[in-house]
């Protein structure tokens, strides 16, 4: 079971082979207005493009399995539009030149800036998702309102406090993926140096209880890792 996204939220496919690059642009917060999916290598990346579905692509150009050019080329073979940012160490003028020839809506060299990244992509996805659209994400028998900020499980409203909403809402955008503390306490406090704390521990615990102990769980301990929200 994946999330579902009400009054078209964005959705963006990133192929991507640098696990660490990916873990801290999510663990930043400033993608966390889009629900991305991961594929780590030029195989998968393919197959998952070409299905279709996607308001964005992200693609690295040296990939396991091939050059993202190539994924690039059969999307536009098939007349597919949709817009394509080309993210990679290729930083050259004929790579920029060629990637935008062959189909690249935008090109960003790393190491590059989260906050441009992140408005590169509204700028690319802008024309297809109106701003003032009401939005709702659904995982399971669990749904946020984004617009309400009112969180229910199977069709009852849930008394859930503000940082757990946010905690709620941070799970919902990445299902299964493990996240660790680190990034959760990036995104959802803004804490991003080490800290001593139990914090995280008892908003997931109150989370927990706002979902219901006695309803199936949907988020996941792993150990020595973080959390994975899930369907068991």
């Known amino acids: 079971?994946?999330?579902?996204?009400?009054?078209?939220?964005?959705?963006?496919?990133?192929?991507?082979?640098?696990?660490?690059?990916?873990?801290?642009?999510?663990?930043?917060?400033?993608?966390?207005?889009?629900?991305?999916?991961?594929?780590?290598?030029?195989?998968?990346?393919?197959?998952?493009?070409?299905?279709?579905?996607?308001?964005?692509?992200?693609?690295?150009?040296?990939?396991?399995?091939?050059?993202?050019?190539?994924?690039?080329?059969?999307?536009?073979?098939?007349?597919?539009?949709?817009?394509?940012?080309?993210?990679?160490?290729?930083?050259?003028?004929?790579?920029?030149?060629?990637?935008?020839?062959?189909?690249?809506?935008?090109?960003?060299?790393?190491?590059?800036?989260?906050?441009?990244?992140?408005?590169?992509?509204?700028?690319?996805?802008?024309r297809l998702r109106p701003p003032s659209q009401a939005m709702r994400l659904i995982f399971a028998d669990i749904e946020v309102d984004l617009v309400a900020r009112q969180a229910y499980r199977a069709g009852k409203k849930l008394f859930i406090q503000d940082q757990e909403l946010k905690l709620l809402e941070y799970f919902m955008r990445h299902p299964n993926i493990v996240l660790s503390h680190e990034m959760l306490l990036q995104a959802v406090w803004d804490i991003d140096f080490p800290i001593r704390t139990n914090l995280l521990e008892s908003n997931v615990s109150r989370l927990r209880d706002r979902l219901g102990r006695d309803a199936p769980s949907l988020i996941h301990t792993v150990r020595g890792q973080g959390y994975m929200l899930r369907v068991q």
């Open 1 to 126: 079971m994946t999330n579902e996204w009400a009054a078209a939220a964005p959705e963006i496919l990133w192929v991507e082979d640098d696990r660490q690059t990916v873990a801290y642009v999510i663990g930043s917060g400033h993608l966390a207005h889009i629900a991305i999916t991961v594929a780590e290598d030029g195989k998968r990346g393919r197959a998952l493009a070409l299905a279709g579905g996607w308001d964005c692509i992200i693609l690295d150009r040296r990939l396991p399995g091939g050059d993202g050019l190539a994924i690039l080329a059969d999307l536009r073979a098939m007349g597919m539009l949709v817009p394509v940012l080309i993210l990679t160490t290729m930083d050259g003028i004929q790579d920029r030149v060629t990637g935008l020839r062959r189909g690249a809506d935008d090109y960003l060299v790393k190491p590059f800036s989260i906050r441009e990244l992140s408005a590169r992509l509204d700028v690319l996805m802008r």
